[in-house]
Each structure stands twice: as C-alpha cells, then as structure tokens.
C-alpha cells in the first residue's frame, strides 16, 4: 500500500469496516461462553457447558462425520475430474472448447437453490438421494469449477517450456505430467482441493434437497437443530468450524499464497 | 547423406498466409557448428523446433545418422536443446536438473551420480551442483541448462538463442566458452541465432534466413564476403548498396554506369549486363576533397568512433557510410564536397 493510504483517518475507516464486518463472529465466540441458556446479548456468566454439550451430541457428531466423509471424497473427485478438463481446456485447440469451458464454469452461475432442486429431480430416480454418493455428486457440481479455475491458472502461469525441455531430454508424455508439471502446477491444485473440500463442508441448500435420515450433513443438521432450539450450542459448533476454516486457509496460504488462488 | 539431414522441410500453420518455413534444404555434417540467423519470424526457431520434434513438419523429411526421425516422437530423438529462457525445472535443485534425462533413460545411480559431475565440471559449476535454480545468476543458469543437455550425450545439440538473455559481457564469455565446449566434445551443433556478430564468431557455417526461406548457406566468410543477394549484404555487416548499370563484363570484372558516381569497376561472377546493385562495405569506400563541380557528393556527418572515422556521405537521394582509419588521411569536415572511390576487388555485383 502506498504511503498516502497510511494516514489516521484512513487506518480508522479500515478498523470499523472490519469491526463490522467481523462483528457477528466475535458476538458468536462471546456467546458461546455465555452461561445463560438462550443465545442472547450481553452475556452473563463464563461458562464451558457449551462446548461440553456439543462433545455429547451425537446429531452434530454424526453430521460432523458425514460432512468430513462427504468432503474429502469430494474433494478427491473434483480433483480427479477438474484437473484433466483444466488441462483439456488450457494446452488443447479443440471445437467447443470455448462451449465446454462456460459448460464447466456454470453451475457457479445457477442460484444453488435451482440447482439443488435440479439435482433432486435427477438423483431421486437413481435412488441415490439420502446417500454419501448422492451427497456427493451434488456437490461436484458446485467443486469442480472451483478446481478448474485453480488448476487452469496455475497451468497458464507456468513456464511451459519445462515441459517441452523435459520431452526432450527423453521423458514421456506422461512423466512429462508427473514429474514436471505436477510439481509445477502443485499449489493450484492443492488450493483447488482445500476450496472444494471447504465448500462441500459448508454447503447447506443444495444438500436439504438431497440428504436423508442416513446421512445428514453437518450444516443441516445445524439448520434444523435453530428451527427448535436455542441455547449457544450452536454458537460453541460455530466456533468449532470457523477454526477449522481458519486452519485450511492458513493451509492454502502457506502452500501457494491467497492472493495468487482468489486473484 | 550427411549426419544430420533435412529435405524440403515444410512448416504452414493453420489459417497462416504463407508457410513458417519452406522448402528448407541443408545437410549439415558430424561435428558441425551450423548456426540459423535471420530477423525475428525467419522462420529459424521453427526450423530448430522442427529438428526437435517439438513442431512437427507439415512436410520433407528429416534424417539423422541415416535413419528417418521425421515423425519419431520428441522424447526418442535424443536431441540436447538449450531454451532461451533455459526452461530449467524450479522444483529440482542444479544436480537433479543435469540428472533429469539420465534418470529418464534409467541410468544406474552410480553412473548418473558421476555423469551429472562430469557435465558441472565441464560448465566449471562443480561446487553449485546443491543449489536451488532460483538461487543462481542467468549465466549459471545458462551453464546448468548446457549441462543438463550434454549430459545425456545427444546426437545432436540444439541452441535456441542461449545467449539472448546475458547481459553483453557475458555474453562474449559464453560464446568463447560454449564453441570450446563444442570443439572439445566434438558434438554436431545447430545455433539459433539473430545476433550477427555472434553468427561470425562462432560457426563452421552459417545458413541465413528471411521469411521461411534460406537466403544463403556459407562459412563466415562467404557470407561476408560474397553475400548472395541484397537481404544478406544488408543483414550481414554494414553495407552500401548502389544501383547500377552493367554496360560490359568479362574476366569476372564488371564495368558499371553507377548512379552518382558515375564510370566504376566492380567484381563479377554472373556475366550478365544490365541492371544491377553493386556492394561496397564502408571501411572499403575511399573518400577524399574535390572541387565542387568534380565532387559525387558532401559530407553530411562526421562521426569518430576512436579507432575509426565515419563519415555520411549525400550523394543524389542516398547516404553512403564511408569508413576511415582514423590519423590515416586528412579528416575531413561537415559540409566538404567529395568524390568517392573504391577499389575493384572490393566491390561485388549481387544479383
């Protein structure tokens, strides 16, 4: 930043902007050590019953479960399947390749509730809904462009002519592609993986369409737990996942850089 | 067939109005230094990548030891290329990059252990061989990107403009070191290059290229000497082009009708009359006062470059570059009238 954005005034504006920003999420962490039984404000009381509670509450354990399962097949698959068609679409001339990028890249583009619906009318028929698998296909929907953007970007960045000088001195295409441009193109998948996992972990509309009594994921377990009660539980689970989100971006920070993954 | 053979190679692109490079003919012998020069989009790189197998030809032919490698894919060839940009793998350190092609051909660890020493030895960087890439200076970069191609003792070793981006300096240095490392090996070489000067320097020949096409094959010296048309006299040296009209020729001397100038004589091997444009290099021009009624020209600048004078000379429309030892004759000032003069031996009638 330029030093004429260092004066006082300005530091001020950025202080309270981000105060107001973040100030839902402090009122939560304050909440969910507040000794009274409904969420309210101000707290009285210190209490870690909360927290205690939410260790004993096998509804969020199980979905915490479900959600995790959910998320890392998530993101495996949307790995698997995204950095192939970011490799299709970046280093191969192909007829509608400009077709099936905007395909790739479209569900970011549908409300997630049409999508979810969308989703119910085909999974239902498959009779795949209320499982792990249906979970899981509904959520590649909304990774794998995630996973195409990452991966793309790192594969424009990189100085193609490692590959080529790898072709010459005798690797073949494939090992061309594990032991040069994978290495090269690590970060981008890596963020790629993180953000898809993230985002199947955090996903609540398009999964109320298509869970089911055997695997409820987390977020709508926590959506029905607020329709009928509200004691800080909820707010000990929320600071349970913001940490959890925390740690994974200091993940992707530390392997490839923010900025460089949201730019 | 010579080693390295290439026949009515043709690279069009698609939707391209004319070809990258066409018709291209040149056999090139074991242990030669051959170096492609042309103006950027001469077609040079393409015919390098070509050889490569990076590009693959549209049509002709490439032999190499005899055998066809026309359509052999890159990774079979065994072809040692240095990138312009060195294309050096960040995520290995300076070892690891020389042991990339052995690794690939399964060379035992011991062996590959003591070829990749032998190859920073020869690059005289021996003691970096732990170092990150991003840790050494664009010369060493350049040296570990030689390495990394000789180590796999190509049959053919391809430079794409290795040179382009050193500082001056060390460019002269990697030149001088890179053609001894060559005649040391004795290793077939194929030079990419724009610079001239590097051209001359370093090669056995030079093939000189415009526009996909070669203009001219030749050592050093008969691409300076005897260039084959105007695009080779013009891009190979300093030259002054004049316009004449042959008016008889035999015995290989020409007399000519030179615009400006007048009655001169020139060398000429075609033996043809009628128009044509002659070459004269600057420091071949003699230059001296004349009244102005007897004079071709005036001295429009005077430029001394210590060991040398160069004058402009007016004449008619054109300017003509004169080149003179300097302390050698009277110095001459803006504004002198002057003749011109050369001797027959050094001018030459192009086609």
């Not at chain 1, 993180?194 to 926590?222: W, Y």
Request: charged share 20%.
């Amino acid at each position: 930043m330029t030093s004429k954005f260092r004066g006082w005034p300005t530091r001020v504006v950025v202080t309270l902007l981000y105060l107001f920003l973040l100030a839902p999420i402090l009122m939560v962490l304050v909440i969910s050590f507040d000794a009274q039984s409904t969420m309210s404000f101000p707290p009285r009381g210190f209490t870690f019953q909360w927290y205690e509670r939410l260790a004993q509450n096998a509804e969020f354990i199980h979905g915490f479960q479900v959600s995790a399962v959910v998320g890392v097949g998530v993101a495996l698959l949307a790995l698997l399947i995204g950095v192939p068609v970011a490799i299709a679409l970046t280093r191969h001339e192909f007829r509608f390749r400009e077709v099936m990028s905007g395909f790739f890249l479209s569900p970011l583009m549908v409300p997630a509730i049409v999508l979810g619906l969308a989703l119910l009318l085909v999974l239902a028929p498959l009779k795949i809904t209320g499982t792990y698998g249906g979970l899981i296909v509904a959520h590649l929907a909304i990774t794998v462009p995630y996973v195409v953007r990452t991966t793309s970007m790192s594969l424009m960045t990189m100085n193609r002519s490692c590959e080529e000088a790898a072709r010459t001195l005798g690797a073949s295409p494939w090992r061309t592609f594990t032991r040069v441009t994978l290495p090269l193109i690590a970060p981008g998948v890596l963020a790629g993986g993180v953000i898809a996992f993230l985002i199947s972990f955090d996903e609540a509309v398009i999964s109320l369409f298509v869970v089911g009594p055997q695997a409820t994921t987390l977020p709508v377990e926590i959506f029905h737990y607020v329709e009928s009660r509200t004691d800080p539980q909820i707010a000990a689970l929320s600071v349970v996942l913001i940490a959890i989100s925390v740690l994974f971006m200091v993940i992707i920070e530390r392997a490839a850089g923010l900025k460089k993954v949201l730019r | 067939m010579s080693f390295l053979q290439l026949d009515d190679i043709v690279k069009k692109y698609p939707g391209a109005e004319r070809p990258s490079v066409a018709d291209f003919t040149l056999g090139i012998d074991q242990g030669e230094f051959v170096s492609l020069l042309g103006p950027s989009g001469c077609g040079k790189t393409t015919t390098l990548r070509m050889i490569a197998g990076l590009v693959e030809a549209t049509s002709g032919r490439i032999h190499l030891d005899g055998k066809e490698l026309t359509r052999t894919p890159v990774h079979q060839r065994g072809m040692g290329l240095v990138f312009q940009n060195y294309a050096l793998f960040p995520h290995l350190n300076v070892a690891r990059n020389v042991a990339f092609g052995l690794e690939m051909r399964r060379t035992s660890k011991a062996e590959a252990k003591r070829r990749v020493e032998e190859a920073l030895d020869l690059v005289r960087l021996g003691h970096l061989s732990g170092r990150r890439i991003k840790q050494l200076s664009g010369g060493q970069q350049q040296r570990v990107a030689l390495a990394r191609a000789l180590v796999i003792e190509p049959a053919v070793l391809l430079l794409d403009e290795p040179l382009s981006n050193l500082d001056a300096k060390l460019r002269d240095t990697m030149r001088e070191e890179i053609r001894s490392i060559q005649r040391k090996l004795g290793i077939t070489t194929v030079f990419v290059t724009h610079d001239q000067d590097e051209a001359l320097a370093v090669s056995d020949r030079i093939v000189v290229m415009s526009e996909g096409v070669i203009e001219q094959v030749g050592t050093p010296e008969q691409i300076y000497e005897h260039p084959a048309n105007r695009f080779v006299a013009n891009f190979i040296g300093r030259a002054n082009l004049f316009d004449a009209q042959i008016t008889h020729t035999a015995g290989g001397v020409a007399e000519l009708d030179v615009a400006g100038l007048g009655q001169m004589r020139a060398v000429d091997d075609q033996g043809a009359k009628g128009p044509a444009t002659v070459l004269v290099r600057p420091h071949r021009m003699q230059v001296s006062k004349a009244a102005a009624d007897d004079a071709h020209g005036t001295v429009e600048t005077v430029v001394y470059v210590g060991d040398s004078i160069e004058y402009g000379v007016r004449v008619g429309d054109n300017t003509v570059s004169v080149q003179s030892v300097a302390g050698a004759a009277e110095r001459l000032e803006r504004g002198t009238t002057v003749r011109l003069s050369w001797q027959t031996e050094d001018a030459l009638v192009l086609t």
